[in-house]
């Protein structure tokens, strides 16, 4: 009875590892974040026609989209990723502690290797009803503003550094002032979304609040699924530059002999045809020519980056997001 | 010999082979990664611990969980009793769809399940225009996590007592009635007694879903801090911060008081089922 016991047992564990095992096709594995679906989906044929053409190998280019830390998260306990693509320096910032990532990948492609970028916008009802131009009137009371989690999303995130960037830069703004200014507009926020596409739905579907901050690349999908009338966008006189790392997983590369490929994949981001198609999802491209071509897409706004503002993410983030920092203050002063 | 006397008197042969079969599956899936995170919290001193456990995000947290999950487990028990007793005494049209609608919030995905209830209870909403005007708001508050709670729990509340309810024979009612029993006599003396431990089952088992349930909850909660968050969402919101062992702090929180409430309800149900020993007992509610 015992043997028999062992050879189930056997014939279990053999499942198990079978389920668990992937099976390797080659070619590109890029791990990204969740709204670069359809970027990349338009990128990666472009992508492989290029490669034909220069390198005459048909390859395949897999790609995984879910939220931002999730991902890095994954690939840090050994999902196999020969490229990061991602929505915030912080999380590749992740992979460079776990020993997966370059110190320096930020210098390793141009424009801190961030190969498009965005920046954050007010969305208001049509005919804007409560007459907002500028953050100023988002923190005045009777406005109801809605916006992804600030602590647990990145387009959160990014709202709040907006927000904080702006205060500062205002006549006698320093961190005091900025904490409150921030404060104000948490307090006009009725909820806080769970994600960038629910805080879409609960201002657009729903109906709730007055203004919804937002990528400028979402304007647009907005306008697809609802309908241009329905909404108006507002820039502000200043907003945060949002920028999309890209990294070569050194390990991964290494390992799989995917280097070449991986920093073809990469660096054609940058090409005319990678910009154009940035473009054309509603992304700002770096290429100064195209972004003119595109300009009644992109109309000309005031940003800071992260790095410029708050000495880059590994100091914004601990400073505000982690534990203890300025967002729980705000609501532990209650 | 133990073993041999005990496995001698077993109708089907294999106990060592079936408890083999269980201890090994029962250590891969649930020991395991139990351990694991008790592994992981142990690299905090008891009082780094603590202070992630007692801060005050995380105190009401656990507020507004366990309060909302108590909430929606009893709702769930009163009327999954009236749903399951309605299946299965009286048959009209329609009967078999409605048993299979029962079983839905099983299958849909929990974010569907959330995000749906949002938008019924939202101001706007065809549910949530009618609440408004009474000043009753219901999504982006607690109350929606209850009302996503009450969703998700109502299958185990039926789906446990349908069975019980099906061996309670219609002719001890009628002799209740006969020896002159009031209804309410009937249904609090004769009918209860034989029912309650596969509620108390029932309510358990709905109570444990909600404990855990992120998905849906997230869509409809609004997600303030102190007032509408769950605990599940602190995890994640520290795992947001790559913070792992604070998240596993707060799990290994959770999983002592979800271990604790259990064990009391097991304990108050092996108590409800001696007493009316003559009334299926432990097997009628499923067991421990």
Redesign the interface.
Known sequence: ??R??RS??AG?FAM?FATAAIADGGGLLNVSYDVARDFYKDYNPLFLKHWKAVAGETVEVRQSHAGS??QV?AVADGLEADVVTMNQASDVD?LVDKGLVAKDYARKFPNNASPYTSTMIFIVRKGNPKAIRDWGDVVKPGVQVILP?P???GNGRYSYLAAWGFALRQAGGNERTAQDFVGRLLKN??????GGR?AT??FM????GDVLISFESEAELIAREFGKGEFEIVYPSLSVLTEFPVAIVERVVDKRGTRKLAQAYLDYLWSAVGQENAAQNYLRPRDPALLKKYAAQFPPIKTFTVDEMFGGWSKA?PTH???GGTF?QI??Q? | MFVTAAYRRQVLP?F??SL??TL?YLS?LILLPLSGLAFKASNLTLGEFWAIAS???AMASYRVTFGASVLAATINAVFGLIVAWVLVRYSFPGKRAIDALVDLPFALPTAVAG?TL??LY????WIGKHLEPWGIKV??TPVGIVVALTFIGLPFVVRTLQPVIEDIEPEVEEAAASLGASRLQTFTRVLLPGIFPALLTGFTLAFSRSIGEYGSV??I??????I?EITP?LI????????VI?ATALAVVMLLISFVLLLSVNALQWWAANRHSGHGGRGAGRGA
């Open positions: 009875m015992f028999k016991f189930l047992l279990f198990l830390s999730k998260r992740f989690h602590k647990n999303t926020a009725p909820l806080f979304a769970a629910d739905t609960t579907q729903r109906r709730i983030f997001f982690k534990d729980d609501y532990q209650k | 294999g060592g082979l083999g079969c090994v891969l801060g005050e995000r995000i949002a938008t939202a101001g706007n909403g999504a982006f997230i869509f909660a609004g997600n303030m801090p102190l509408s969402l994640i919101s520290k795992l947001e911060q790559y913070d604070g």
